[in-house]
């Protein structure tokens, strides 16, 4: 058992020691410190240990500690045995996409063709982290795509546009994919090619994404339409779907009455803040000179009226985003 003082930064654990004892379960402990040298240190100490510390660090894998596990996948990825080669594919199948980018890294350093096959699959990931891990492990592998399809992934994967847009028609469906993905300017460029192929194939995908959460995404994909053989008329129907942003009344009110001006910052009226400034300077000056009780006398019609308008203005704003 390692001292808490390890991990509050009052001792650092003697990493040399622990190598020199072979101490495996100890140093699979400390990839849990919030120190970098202390945790780079450990993940290259059990690297260094060969397959003598292969099992135990295949058994630790199990663990739910993002920072354990990725630690776990570098020091495996060092030793390079092919007991570990199943593990990480299964944790190619990982929740954390930063865990299964790590898999796919280290995959592609150890080098066994038994991974080709779900490396190719990990090129269809959600993540493009992931994506790009998996086409670099598979160019390091010397892995050639076979078909258009799988070109298209690997492609996509290695963000070499140009040539996914020399592909065409075949590409439609990976770039379909990519409108899913949680990256804006993944999604932007995926309607772009898109556009630059042009193939009516593209339409629902094109529809989908002009209810995008991001306006550069539908505004991309209101361009892409036309040269996808899709009518202007079917345009706002799909745009009508898209999220819409709507000020809550009772908030905006709530924020000018109890400071004046805030509420027409919730708003996004840029001269709320000089009304908030105002009334700052007019409260300071009637607190001098006509006391505290005169002065919210005076101020409490003003703070009501300005809550009443901010009520009323957010009531007439338009719900569409801009």
């Given at each position: 058992?390692?001292?808490?003082?390890?991990?509050?930064g009052?001792e650092?654990p003697?990493?040399?020691a622990m190598?020199?004892?072979k101490?495996?379960?100890?140093?699979i402990?400390?990839?849990q410190s919030?120190d970098?040298?202390v945790?780079?240190?450990?993940?290259?100490?059990?690297?260094?240990?060969?397959?003598?510390?292969?099992d135990?660090?295949?058994?630790?894998?199990r663990?739910?500690?993002?920072?354990?596990?990725l630690?776990i996948?570098?020091?495996?990825?060092?030793?390079?045995?092919?007991?570990?080669?199943?593990p990480l594919?299964?944790?190619?199948?990982?929740?954390?996409s930063?865990?299964?980018w790590q898999?796919?890294?280290?995959l592609g350093?150890?080098?066994?063709?038994?991974?080709?096959?779900?490396?190719?699959q990990?090129l269809?990931d959600?993540?493009?982290?992931v994506?790009y891990?998996?086409?670099?492990?598979?160019?390091?592998?010397?892995?050639?795509p076979?078909?258009?399809?799988?070109r298209?992934y690997y492609?996509?994967g290695?963000q070499?546009?140009?040539a996914?847009?020399?592909?065409?028609?075949p590409?439609?469906?990976?770039l379909?994919?990519?409108?899913r993905?949680r990256?804006a300017?993944v999604?932007?460029?995926?309607?772009e090619?898109l556009?630059?192929i042009?193939d009516?194939e593209?339409?629902?995908?094109l529809?989908?994404?002009?209810?995008?959460?991001?306006?550069?995404?539908r505004?991309?994909?209101?361009?892409?339409?036309?040269?996808?053989?899709?009518?202007?008329m079917?345009?706002?129907?799909?745009?009508?779907?898209r999220?819409q942003?709507v000020k809550?009344?009772m908030?905006?009110g709530?924020l000018?009455f109890?400071?004046?001006?805030l509420?027409y910052g919730?708003?996004?009226?840029?001269?709320g803040?000089?009304?908030f400034?105002v009334?700052?300077?007019?409260?300071?000056?009637l607190?001098?000179?006509?006391g505290e009780?005169?002065?919210?006398?005076?101020l409490f019609?003003?703070?009501l009226?300005?809550a009443?308008?901010?009520?009323?203005?957010?009531?007439?704003?338009?719900?569409?985003?801009?």
């Open positions: 058992m390692l001292p808490l003082s390890v991990f509050f009052r650092k003697d990493i040399s190598t020199e004892k101490d495996i379960a100890g140093l402990r400390i990839l919030p970098l040298h945790y780079t240190g450990a993940v290259k100490a059990l690297g260094t240990l060969g397959p003598d510390a292969v135990s660090l295949i058994k630790a894998l663990t739910n500690n993002k920072p354990v596990k630690g996948i570098g020091a495996l990825s060092e030793i390079r045995d092919s007991r570990s080669v199943q594919l299964d944790t190619l199948r990982d929740g954390n930063e865990v299964r898999a796919a890294i280290a350093e150890i080098g066994d063709n038994q991974a080709i096959e779900s490396l190719v990990s269809r959600p993540d493009k982290y994506r891990g998996s086409a670099f492990s598979l160019a390091k592998m010397g892995w050639k076979t078909n258009d399809t799988d298209a492609f996509i290695m070499e546009w140009k996914v847009n020399h592909i065409g028609k590409a439609i469906t990976a379909n994919q990519l409108l993905d990256d300017n999604r932007k460029k995926a309607i090619l556009g630059e042009g009516s593209a339409t629902p995908a529809i989908r994404s002009l209810a995008d959460e991001n306006r550069e995404v505004w991309n994909a209101v361009m892409a339409s036309p040269k996808c053989g899709i009518s202007l079917y345009l706002p129907r799909g745009l009508a779907k999220p942003t809550n009344p908030i905006a709530f000018n109890i400071l004046p001006g509420g919730y708003l996004g009226k840029w001269w803040i000089l009304i400034q009334d700052i300077t007019a409260t300071v000056w607190f001098k000179y006509q009780e005169n002065s919210y006398l005076l019609p003003i703070y009226i300005l009443i308008h901010a009520y009323y203005l957010s009531i007439k704003m338009p719900k569409d985003p801009p």
